[in-house]
């Protein structure tokens, strides 16, 4: 229940392509000319192929990895911003942008936060006002908010920056994996920067994150040194991705996060984004019908939480394994797997097999109906319970793994009138089952009653 | 053959340390407080207690967690100076500094590059006239070469350097877990800050490094964002580690860093300098009696070669297992491995055992006579020969992997007279054995014939 953290388990493959990495492809890439170091680059650029692939992206060296999305977002604002250039960004940013935000203003950079209402939405009028008052260099927003699980119309934001002509940084943390990116145009031309982390949606390794760059991104590399390209030369190469890339990369963790976007494609993102929707309307109408219990964010509207309820009979489609250490045993069980509610997107195909076979994606999404315009995140607040203790009783009484307080965000807290105790989150994940839904919902019930009566 | 690049195969260990944090350990350290959160956050704070301990550093939290020595590095210097500040450092230093150094001297920072001899030895009387002539902030030197093995008296540079008022920075990349630190005194009062990556002489996995600050470093953070700590602040908490590692660490890395540091412990670095540097002096021995080889670096100088011989029947000393794939049937055939020539050393106790046990090791080695003053890194050129094309027939016909060209070490290859095609380094580590350096030998020889008859 705390997959926006760090999704877990991990799905089958994940394991088995971060040991064959150690293993039979344990050379530095790039670094020397032998069969180790060969493939261990092999490796690397498929998995930068399939991240390329996935977004919608035509040159995979574009891709540029990092150890998490945090450095992503660090290497494309400290990189892109100078004194005096003037950057916006909202309300419901995670530390990663507002820490770094921050830092910027205390270096002379002209920040200005546009402001969020409770109920969540941005305020693209604000927005508008903030980019017509003065040139701005670049706008950052967060895609998905980690408390509430709020999404913005990245078409619609998109539109309004390129109209005022300032560069877009995307926050895709908590978005990517878990939706598809509904752009109304090629990435190139919607999106400029965007970073996220490997190991929540896109089912990697933690130590796994990586930043998109768009043709008119060029940020200054955060850190310099050797690459394994242009070696005779003191200046860093001017060439994508090595210019961003120095030192050894996280070889095992980013082979596992192929395994791992591997699997999210064999489920297929639509599926996933519907599924877990799905696990989110669920717990949110358990939770709602507890005395005390406050909902806070997206899925405390009954109009979407009814929206998504699984109705009909309807069953939340499992994927294949929920074992991440046993692969399928014909590698085809996400195909046979049963209480399949939707068909098999056909935008969900991939060939990641066992991992030695290369990793191959098809087209991003675009444009797909029906899928929700919030992420599986619900915090909630009880009555009598501090956030942090309730967490604790959760873990303690049940096994229930939820995350409480702030979670690096207090802009969004502040927003949502939670600040500073925070909410307890539930962010059930792909390998989430209803009976989970069913444990949480009857655990906080218990507790609730428990405080009412203590 | 590459393991200046990085090691191979992993040792045991390392494979299941990794799984178990995947497993039993995958929360996100400090993010959460159920029960994979905090198993997380242990591991992760033994691997740091034990990489404390190795280096005879009394605060854990002087340890901060990177993703690769080059991180370090430029968290090291960029984080340290500021226009106008003057930097020291010498001609056989590693793209991760000199790249930095450049892009630092855009920036107004003073560089002065003191010289290295061709046959090695730092010019330490010119570093003592560059730091008298005028007040220098820092001096950045390379305690081991990736190309040439060269090694620099870490004390005596340190004493030079403290008596100048100026900070000391070592890239240990090459040394760390290759020799032991001989210092006079403890590290804290007499490096201020080291660099090293945790995948070459450490044995973990890709994708870990780490930096040692002592107490008068206080760099700036590269990356700024969550810490799972203060969160409600908006600025970067200021204590240790968390001010420097933002965003979700490499866990099953660092899982894997632990298990590696173990092993080197438990073979005993002392042990593993001894017979690496066995290793490399039979290699060069054989090397220089090939007509058209030349050897370049340490491993040149016939004195050294012949003083670590092995003689008198002597053998190598093999660790426990090869294999990096099956762990040892009862923890203990380190203990019970043939062919030792020396006794084990008190000094390399640890307690690693299997990755669920807290990772204990004894106090830093200090002073220990008899420790070779270079690492096994032996470059090489033959007559008639491009580095590359036989880099390129080692590997094609008789499968021995090395590194060819410049090693992304310009600098070092100017001070040796190899650039700009550079040379072919082999760099046997803890599981080269005897044999595979003879056929090593062979090969040359047979491609030295070939060329010559050609």
Request: glycine fraction near 12%.
């Amino acid at each position: 229940m705390d997959n926006a953290a760090t999704s877990w388990p991990k799905p089958p493959g994940v394991e088995e392509a971060m040991l064959l990495y150690l293993r039979e492809e344990g050379g530095n890439p790039g670094r020397s000319g032998h069969r180790l170091s060969l493939a261990a680059s092999r490796r690397i650029f498929q998995v930068r192929l399939a991240l390329a692939e996935f977004l919608g992206v035509k040159d995979p060296a574009r891709i540029i990895f990092t150890q998490n999305a945090t450095e992503a977002l660090s290497l494309a604002l400290i990189g892109s911003l100078n004194p005096q250039d003037r950057v916006l960004s909202t309300a419901i940013e995670h530390n990663a942008v507002s820490r770094t935000l921050s830092f910027l203003r205390s270096c002379g950079v002209d920040v200005e936060i546009i402001s969020v209402s409770p109920r969540g939405s941005l305020d693209v009028t604000g927005l508008e006002s903030a980019l017509k008052r003065k040139k701005t260099k670049m706008v950052v927003v967060n895609w998905a908010s980690n408390v509430a699980g709020w999404t913005i119309d990245l078409d619609e934001v998109s539109g309004l920056v390129k109209r005022y002509g300032a560069l877009l940084l995307v926050d895709a943390a908590q978005g990517l994996g878990h939706l598809p990116l509904l752009l109304s145009d090629r990435i190139d031309d919607r999106i400029d920067m965007l970073a996220a982390s490997g190991h929540k949606g896109l089912l990697g390794p933690q130590g796994t994150g990586f930043l998109y760059l768009g043709p008119s991104s060029n940020p200054r590399p955060l850190i310099y040194g050797g690459t394994g390209s242009a070696s005779s030369s003191d200046e860093q190469p001017g060439f994508l991705p090595d210019k961003y890339e120095s030192g050894t990369l996280n070889g095992p963790g980013i082979a596992g996060l192929g395994a791992g976007l591997g699997t999210l494609l064999k489920e297929g993102v639509i599926e996933v984004a519907r599924k877990e929707a799905c696990l989110a309307a669920t717990l949110a109408k358990g939770l709602m019908e507890i005395p005390g219990v406050k909902l806070h964010g997206a899925w405390s509207e009954e109009k979407r939480v009814l929206s998504w309820l699984p109705q009909h009979g309807a069953e939340v489609r499992m994927p294949a394994s929920k074992n991440p250490v046993t692969p399928a045993d014909d590698g085809t069980a996400a195909e046979s797997s049963g209480g399949v509610v939707n068909a098999r997107t056909p935008l969900a195909g991939t060939d990641v097999g066992d991992g030695r076979t290369p990793v191959t994606t098809r087209a991003p999404v675009l444009g797909v109906p029906g899928i929700p315009d919030a992420v599986a995140v619900v915090s909630m607040t009880l009555e009598g319970w501090d956030p942090a203790q309730l967490a604790f009783e959760l873990d303690r009484r049940y096994g229930i793994m939820v995350r409480a307080g702030l979670h690096c965000s207090p802009w969004a807290h502040r927003t949502l009138g939670t600040f500073p105790t925070g909410t307890v989150r539930f962010s059930p994940g792909l390998y989430t089952t209803p009976d989970e839904i069913e444990t949480v919902v009857s655990a906080v019930k218990e507790l609730a009653i428990e405080r009412k009566g203590g």
